[in-house]
């Protein structure tokens, strides 16, 4: 049996506004530790190339964010089965 592999998906600054429905203020004010609004959770965006004006947030990333903001036991629940039968 083989596995296929999932497709990586990689959301850039707008697809990630237009998926979580905030401003760009507030993602930024999500990632600055020194905001009110910070979110030691929030996923962190990666460079996608040489300079440092391209970012990108991994779509599995922002998936398992948004999952543990809705319902923080349904992700403990989940990663108790990671693993092994119980």
Not at 1 to 29: E, N
């Amino acid at each position: 049996m083989s596995a296929t592999p999932k497709q990586i998906c990689i959301l850039r600054r707008k697809q990630l506004q237009d998926r979580l429905g905030i401003a760009r203020s507030t993602l930024y004010a999500k990632l600055n530790p020194n905001s009110a609004s910070y979110d030691p959770s929030f996923p962190r965006p990666f460079k996608l190339g040489a300079g440092a004006r391209l970012v990108g947030w991994l779509e599995s990333d922002v998936e398992a964010w948004i999952l543990h903001c809705a319902n923080p036991s349904l992700v403990a629940n989940q990663n108790q089965f990671v693993g092994g039968a119980v």
